[in-house]
DNA sequence: TAGTGGTCTAGACCACAAA
DNA sequence: TTGTGGTCTAGACCACTAA
């Protein structure tokens, strides 16, 4: 079974091969494949299978362990993590596979899309000039079938014209800026507070009115550097958790 | 000027030069020897310094970079980063350090200190039989003189027998941990929510019953992988601020 | 004892930044 | 052109696990 497997990664792609094998490994998780306690193959194994050094392996599986998607024991081996302790602060995670992770089943609502004109604060924060124009993109994230956040989007309407006239309730914002703009968000920044809910999202998202929220600000980046989106998301906060592992 | 620095790094004391490595340049990057902005020595000149393998310092700087200490320019350097994105959520960084980065004046005022007996969930999460003696540390952290923060740990106390009769007002916990019961915190689990406020919280953090606060329930490891500390945080929602950074 | 991951070395070629 | 970090290889020895 040697040649097949060798073809598997690209070398001429330009993309490196400790990253295309990260992609790899990853999916087969994601995708339950390989369910949490399943053992990967050895480093050995993987350096035969797609013909690359035991570095270029363990660059791979270090990302996928810094991310906790696995774990290893020296001795015995490397295995798929259990998605108690989860990441979703390390890696930019879609809301369906955020949810599908946790056990949830996710559908989303759009509420409202528009274009508008930049304000000063949101065109410092994207760099673009005040009163640009910004595609805005407001959507109700539910996990089976009760609400459990709010997401606003605002994007930089001149690196995706026409962005508005996609179906966001079934096609992922993310899939439509690569696909159709050749747009990658590579990089993102995030601040972190809790908040009490306004009145409106409260009203939105089923809950009191000055109930918690977890609300993110969140910048992200495509692959040339350049800010594309700023992103509003408002948790509910009796229903939503964030974990993290962290070193000594 | 070879010698000297070649022993910079103890080739026999168990501890991995790429982890020694990494602690020496963290401590130099921590302690503003080198401001933000910083060029730090090239590859090649750590090298050359401490007398290992390129992939050995990669590996120091790998894991700087992954904490947001550091990054990188192909073709330029590497640099200490600028602290506005950080941290927090990768490493366990102690309130005085927190704040100090943050450009606070950290204070900390113990209100109440006791031995307690555990309770089933108590139990269940420091992996003890329920009923056995809890070290119990109430703590208000100050930022600028002003509640930011208020601390609760849970300390199980067959493994640091005493530990309340030091001043947790000047000592750090896990100073005192680490030299009086030789217990080193290496691991930490934790969960981030999003609450309201309770009436004593509130009080003592002097904001309105109901107020938003980022809560932390942190579950922390010593080096033989046993639980030694639960611990639950209050974070005042409208000053306190989690940072991060997400890859694509 | 055999097989696993953990650490480390010495080398190579590349893309990119700056002079 | 020179020097930087980014990627990759081939090999080595080690500590730990499990049979």
């Not at 949830?104 to 899309?113: A, C, D, Y």
């Not at 508005?164 to 439509?176: E, F, I, K, S, V």
């Not at 908040?195 to 495509?222: M, Y």
Request: net charge positive; with cysteine; glycine share 6%.
């Amino acid at each position: 079974m040697p040649a097949d497997h060798l073809h598997l990664l690209d070398r001429h792609s330009g993309v490196p091969l400790y990253q295309q094998l990260y992609e790899l490994l990853r999916r087969r998780i994601l995708s339950r494949e390989w369910r949490a306690g399943h053992m990967l193959p050895t480093e050995a194994q993987l350096m035969e299978q797609y013909g690359v050094s035991r570095a270029t392996v363990r660059q791979a599986l270090d990302t996928l362990a810094t991310e906790g998607l696995i774990y290893r024991q020296r001795g015995r081996g490397t295995f798929v993590a259990h998605p108690t302790v989860q990441q979703g602060l390390v890696r930019i995670v879609s809301f369906t596979e955020d949810m599908r992770q946790r056990g949830f089943e996710p559908k989303t609502r759009v509420l409202n899309t528009g274009i508008i004109a930049a304000s000063a604060d949101l065109a410092k924060v994207l760099d673009i000039e005040p009163g640009a124009e910004v595609a805005r993109i407001e959507r109700l994230r539910l996990a089976d079938g009760e609400p459990m956040s709010i997401e606003v989007s605002f994007l930089v309407h001149a690196l995706c014209p026409g962005v508005l006239q996609y179906d966001y309730a079934r096609r992922p914002l993310r899939q439509t800026l690569e696909q159709e703009y050749g747009l990658r968000i590579t990089r993102a920044t995030q601040a972190i507070r809790a908040i009490n809910a306004p009145d409106d999202i409260a009203k939105r998202l089923t809950v009191a009115p000055g109930d918690a929220l977890i609300f993110i600000e969140r910048i992200s980046l495509s692959q040339y550097n350049i800010p594309v989106e700023f992103l509003r998301i408002y948790h509910r906060g009796d229903r939503y958790v964030l974990y993290n592992e962290l070193r000594g």
